[in-house]
């Protein structure tokens, strides 16, 4: 297993284009975590899945973003319609219940211009 | 929501120096993690604990749980130890629903 991964590392895109990143969890981890990183800030939560549900959303997420896990294993997350506030570095992360902790991928930057 | 304070947000230390990082929150919780990130986005879980100390090379860190305060500690620090060390814990207290992290502490070890 090579972790948790995530593409593509970097995405340019003009403003109003739609955007889909993907993430590889680590195949034995149930649950998969969306956040997202802006310039000297800490990652923000944005949403987990548990196998294929998903089971949190943050205030965050607006409806221009949507996420998904169909299988249980890879997710995406989609942003439509985006916005130069949505330049960000987008992290995923995966754990197993009642694991030990977290492996992160090493995210996906976007840019919007 | 748990929130969570780092400090110091900027630490330029001199090569062997001993560090200390700290972190506090604000809801009682199931563990708490610190991780590295480095230049590039990458995030390194080093530690997760719910109590006492756990000790891993010459990174240490200790929990207080009544006091809501945990340290990070780097002892005969170097500078491929700079970069940038981030405190979380989970989001509501439970520990499923995700972390909320500090802003973290941006650390320059010089030769």
Redesign the interface.
Same mark, same amino acid.
């Given at each position: 297993d090579t972790g948790v991964s995530q593409n593509p590392r970097h995405k340019i895109t003009k403003r109003g284009q739609n955007v889909t990143f993907r993430c590889d969890p680590i195949s034995e981890h149930n649950?998969l +975590?969306w +956040?997202r =990183?802006t310039l !000297?800030? !800490?990652?923000?939560?944005l949403t +987990?899945f =548990?196998n294929e549900a998903q &089971?949190?959303k943050s205030r965050l997420l607006s409806d221009r973003f949507s996420a998904e896990r169909p299988k249980g294993s890879f997710s995406t997350l989609e942003i439509q319609r985006t916005e130069q506030g949505d330049s960000a570095?987008y &992290?995923c992360?995966s754990s197993f219940?009642g694991g030990? !902790? +977290?492996?992160? !991928?090493?995210?996906t930057?976007l840019t919007v211009v | 929501k748990n929130e969570v304070e780092q400090s110091p947000q900027n630490l330029t230390a001199q090569e062997g120096e001993f560090i200390t990082i700290n972190c506090s929150y604000s809801v009682g919780i199931s563990a708490l993690h610190w991780l590295q990130q480095h230049p590039g986005g990458g995030i390194v879980s080093l530690f997760m604990l719910s109590s006492g100390k756990k000790k891993h090379g010459r990174l240490i860190a200790t929990i207080n749980i009544q006091e809501k305060h945990s340290s990070l500690h780097i002892t005969a620090s170097h500078p491929r130890d700079s970069a940038v060390y981030i405190c979380a814990v989970p989001y509501s207290g439970g520990g499923a629903d995700g972390l909320t992290f500090g802003k973290g502490t941006h650390l320059i070890i010089q030769p």
């Open positions: 649950r +975590y +956040y =990183q !000297g800030q !800490g990652p923000e939560f +987990y =548990q &089971l949190e570095m &992290l992360a219940s030990n !902790g +977290y492996t992160f !991928g090493s995210g930057r | -």
